[in-house]
T-cell receptor, first 112, second 111 residues
Framework: SQTIHQWPATLVQPVGSPLSLECTVEGTSNPNLYWYRQAAGRGLQLLFYSVGIGQISSEVPQNLSASRPQDRQFILSSKKLLLSDSGFYLC???????????FGQGTRLTVV | GIQVEQSPPDLILQEGANSTLRCNFSDSVNNLQWFHQNPWGQLINLFYIPSGTKQNGRLSATTVATERYSLLYISSSQTTDSGVYFC?????????????FGQGTRLTINP
C-alpha cells in the first residue's frame, strides 16, 4: 500500500534561518506531489505541485521554493525564513489526474 | 479561479444530534473530496465523490455536480466527530490536478 512520510512534525526556527522540509511517498511511481500551507487553522493554500522529477509549478509568489530531486521525494525550502512563513505545511500525493489525494501528517513551523 | 464556500463556518451540537455540512463551488470540477482534520492537524479522507451519494457508517455525502454543491451528513454525532471538515474540489490545470479547499466547517460535539 502507498504511504506518505513528512518530517519533521514540528519545527521552531529563527527569522533569517534556512528551511528544508522533506516529503517522501512509498508504494507508487510517478505520483503528483503537492505542498500546501494552512494558516490560522482554516483553509489550505496550494503552494507548489509537481508532475515529475525536476518539474515544479508555483501557485503563489513567496519566500519559499520546492524541488523534486527523485521521483517520490518532494522538498520545500527557504533560504531565509520570515515570521510570515509560520504555519502548518502539508505534503500530498495523488496517482494521476482526477484521483484521490492523500496527505502527510504535516509540519508545524514556527518562526521566531 | 474556482471559489469554494463551506457553510456553516461553525457548528456546535450535542452528542447524538445530526448535522448537514454544505460545500458550494463556482465552476465545473472533475471531482470532489471531503476531509476531516483532527485536533492534531491530520487530514483524514472521508469521501472521494464526483457525483451521487456515498455512505460510510454514520457519514454520507452527496454531490450534485450540475448544481455545483456537495453535502456531508453526520448522523448520531459523537464527541470524536469534533474537528474541522473541509471540502476540496479537484480540477485539472497545466497537466496536474489541483485541490482547491474551502475554509472549512468547525464542528464541536459536546457530551
Amino acid at each position: 500500500s502507498q504511504t506518505i512520510h513528512q518530517w519533521p512534525a514540528t519545527l521552531v526556527q529563527p527569522v533569517g534561518s534556512p528551511l528544508s522540509l522533506e516529503c517522501t511517498v512509498e508504494g507508487t511511481s510517478n505520483p503528483n506531489l503537492y505542498w500546501y500551507r494552512q494558516a490560522a487553522g482554516r483553509g489550505l493554500q496550494l503552494l507548489f505541485y509537481s508532475v515529475g522529477i525536476g518539474q515544479i509549478s508555483s501557485e503563489v509568489p513567496q519566500n519559499l521554493s520546492a524541488s523534486r530531486p527523485q521521483d517520490r521525494q518532494f522538498i520545500l525550502s527557504s533560504k531565509k525564513l520570515l515570521l510570515s512563513d509560520s504555519g502548518f505545511y502539508l505534503c500530498a500525493w495523488s496517482a494521476m489526474k482526477n484521483t484521490e489525494a492523500f496527505f502527510g501528517q504535516g509540519t508545524r513551523l514556527t518562526v521566531v | 479561479g474556482i471559489q469554494v464556500e463551506q457553510s456553516p463556518p461553525d457548528l456546535i451540537l450535542q452528542e447524538g444530534a445530526n448535522s448537514t455540512l454544505r460545500c458550494n463551488f463556482s465552476d465545473s470540477v472533475n471531482n470532489l473530496q471531503w476531509f476531516h482534520q483532527n485536533p492534531w492537524g491530520q487530514l483524514i479522507n472521508l469521501f472521494y465523490i464526483p457525483s451521487g451519494t456515498k455512505q460510510n457508517g454514520r457519514l454520507s455525502a452527496t454531490t450534485v455536480a450540475t448544481e455545483r454543491y456537495s453535502l456531508l451528513y453526520i448522523s448520531s454525532s459523537q464527541t470524536t466527530d469534533s474537528g474541522v471538515y473541509f471540502c476540496a474540489v479537484i480540477f485539472t490545470g497545466q497537466g496536474a490536478q489541483k485541490l482547491v479547499f474551502g475554509q472549512g466547517t468547525r464542528l464541536t460535539i459536546n457530551p
